[in-house]
């Protein structure tokens, strides 16, 4: 990309621009705002949602941290917080302290209304960091990105981004963790970027940039986007990738890191880790995006392509800042040979690939709402749709979804009854598309699955009724199968269909459709933890683990670890990054009512949750509940050293470690007693 295309304040120095950063040189669009990702001491941050308690507290941290803040908005209210002004508006902010990024600090059903006013204010980098999004408001703001070239957007649920060797952050992520160095970091999940940063600062090698892809189901930057910076980013001399169940992101980097790998003379090393490995399947396990859509390959997959690719693969972040320092020390190129796993255990159950047919998942969830088939049959003859439950093997599959790539809607479609990454094929469009019966997409669609010519013009009408549907009630998948009635025409066979609850729970939309979640037939402890919060997800099986974990992302990655260890889970529990006393007290109560759980595994990395205050909730847990298994505890992060010294001078059956395997280790024993 041409120097000249830069935003001004960016410096010309730390990076090698390419060509590569574009992939149309000759006209602007979305892929040139990626060199507003390179963020450093130069960086003037603006907030939204300035005045709230969330950015006061974070303001205060950056400023004292070395983060160059211009001031923020409140809408309507011009004035002075924090010593730094208050701008009525992003556009007046944008005149007056010509800031380079936003930080939006607003819930998540402001958000898109905040992110779209920093659009129109050409904000360069705009960084979201709420959770609770309604994906209906996110794909609305992606087809406004689209058609522009000047704001990147971060997130949205996401830490946000951060220099550690320019002292900049924008997001919330932990400070104490992070020193300056040379590692690039780009990963989904908060907690196990932390991780990540926290082995390479033991390490010494510290980090150059760290970029969140967040677990939302559309980002505003992925982990190509993060590769390509950092292939060019003089700083960086190895980088570190870490993804999740959910979404075809790790599949389109293994690709680049593939063609990389061939292309670059002396490339930089390149390690990963995929969590939710050990996902039961049709779960959503935590993050908003944390779910396979129909034909979206599953962890599994994800870990051979990257390995495949030449990236080194780790079982737990704490692997990684050793493993790094490994292959830059012996300047490994090549580093696809190797592996810190423990041998034999990084392929156990790779090759058996689920193939599940789209009406016979499981229909407990808790960041989006399926509902029964005849709820959705119901909702399809109102759009004078056939419907039928007899099936054939001429039966096909199609849906109407969200393709995490293109950040667009999408129909899937499978020329047989099932869908799986292998035969199913996604066809794009736009938010913005109204009418699909007179567009060409859907012959496509009707010929690939093998619809005879005549059946072209009901599959179009079928579909833009499912179109029609996908939008008005806010849904995130409808699946459907089809086939051939006795007269000829198409009828519904089969239907599973996901809603939006962000859209209910932060928005107060779709309220009839969300009323028809029965709360009886779905796990006890399911719904008891989540009246405090907590995502609980009961595994089948004989495990014999209970696990407490704060954040998604290394809560499934240490059912994962435990699994490769040899440990039967018996749970997915994420007390959420806002974690209290309370929390790991209710979380311990749910935990223990199951009978199979003959020891509990908890690993905390305190980031915004302090591990003293997790260490006073596990003792309270202790006396208040009576508590009979014996609790294996893992406290890194914030104040690590006084939540491990609370819990050695608690006088509790109580086992404290350091490392993750030894304290692994430690909880498989007790588990087989």
């Known amino acids: 990309m041409p120097l000249h295309s830069l935003p001004r304040r960016v410096p010309q120095t730390g990076l090698r621009w390419s060509r590569s950063f574009s992939t149309s040189p000759r006209r602007s669009n979305y892929a040139d705002t990626l060199p507003n990702l390179k963020i450093g001491a130069h960086t003037r941050v603006l907030f939204q949602g300035f005045t709230g308690r ?7 941290e950056s400023l004292e941290w070395g983060t160059k803040i211009v001031g923020g908005v409140k809408p309507g209210v011009e004035g002075e917080h924090l010593g730094l002004p208050i701008f009525p508006s992003v556009k007046a902010a944008q005149a007056r302290a010509k800031p380079d990024a936003s930080a939006i600090y607003v819930p998540g059903n402001q958000t898109a209304k905040a992110i779209e006013e920093a659009i129109e204010a050409e904000i360069p980098l705009v960084v979201a960091v709420a959770e609770h999004v309604p994906i209906h408001d996110i794909l609305r703001i992606h087809s406004m990105l689209q058609t522009q070239s000047k704001t990147r957007l971060v997130g949205a649920n996401c830490p946000g981004i951060i220099s550690a060797i320019g002292k900049c952050r924008i997001g919330f992520q932990p400070l104490p963790c992070f020193a300056p160095g040379n590692i690039g970091i780009v990963a989904k999940s908060g907690t196990l970027s932390y991780e990540t940063v926290a082995s390479t600062t033991r390490a010494g090698l510290g980090q150059s940039l760290c970029i969140s892809m967040g677990g939302d189901v559309l980002a505003g930057t992925n982990f190509v986007d993060a590769l390509k910076i950092f292939e060019h980013d003089t700083d960086t001399e190895g980088i570190i990738l870490v993804g999740e169940i959910g979404g075809t992101a790790e599949m389109d980097a293994a690709e680049w890191i593939k063609d990389y790998r061939q292309r670059a003379a002396n490339p930089k090393p390149i390690m990963a880790l995929v969590g939710g490995l050990e996902a039961p399947p049709g779960r959503i396990m935590g993050h908003a995006g944390a779910w396979c859509a129909p034909g979206e390959p599953d962890a599994q997959t994800k870990y051979q392509a990257l390995e495949r690719a030449g990236a080194v693969m780790v079982n737990h972040p704490e692997k990684f800042g050793e493993g790094m320092k ?7 190129s090549r580093p696809g040979t190797q592996s810190f796993l423990a041998a034999g255990a990084q392929r156990r159950g790779f090759h058996t690939m689920r193939r599940v047919s789209p009406i016979s998942r499981p229909t407990q969830q808790k960041r989006n709402l399926y509902i029964k088939q005849f709820q959705a049959f119901d909702i399809l003859k109102q759009k004078s749709i056939p419907v039928s439950e007899q099936t054939a093997p001429s039966d096909v599959s199609i849906s109407i979804s969200v393709d995490r790539t293109s950040l667009s809607p999408c129909i899937v479609a499978s020329p047989n009854a099932e869908f799986n990454s292998t035969q199913s094929r996604r066809f794009p469009f736009s938010y913005t598309e109204t009418n699909l019966e007179n567009n060409s997409l859907v012959s496509a669609v009707a010929s690939y699955v093998g619809l005879p010519e005549s059946s072209h013009g009901k599959l179009a009408s079928l579909v833009q009724a499912l179109w029609n549907i996908f939008k008005e009630k806010e849904a995130f998948v409808l699946e459907t199968r089809l086939g051939a009635s006795a007269d000829g025409n198409l009828e ?3 239907a599973r269909f996901g809603f939006d609850d962000a859209a209910y729970r932060s928005s107060g939309r779709q309220e009839e459709i969300h009323s028809l979640r029965n709360t009886a037939e779905e796990v006890a402890e399911e719904i008891e933890a989540e009246k405090d919060g907590i995502v609980y997800v009961k595994l089948e099986g004989e495990g014999s683990i209970g696990t407490l ?13 435990l699994s490769i260890h040899g440990g039967h889970c018996a749970n997915f529990l994420d007390t959420g990054g806002k974690a209290t006393s309370e929390t790991v007290k209710s979380s311990f109560r749910i935990i223990c009512s199951d009978p199979r759980v003959n020891a509990v595994f908890v690993n905390i990395f305190g980031g915004l949750t302090r591990c003293d ?13 009576n508590m009979q298994v014996p609790v294996v505890v893992r406290l890194r992060g914030t104040n690590e050293e006084l939540g491990q010294k ?28």
């Open 549 to 561: 974990v704060n954040g998604a992302g290394l809560a499934m990655n240490t059912v994962d670890a």
């Open 613 to 625: 205050m997790i260490a006073e909730g596990i003792i309270l847990a202790f006396r208040d509940l």
């Open 326 to 332: 490994t292959l830059l020390g012996t300047g490994v």
């Open 492 to 494: 519904v066979r089969g």
């Open 646 to 673: 609370m819990i050695a001078e608690s006088g509790l059956p109580l086992h404290a470690f350091d490392g993750f395997e030894e304290a692994a280790k430690k909880a498989i024993a007790l588990a087989q007693k």
């Open 54 to 60: 969330q950015a006061t507290a974070n303001v205060k």
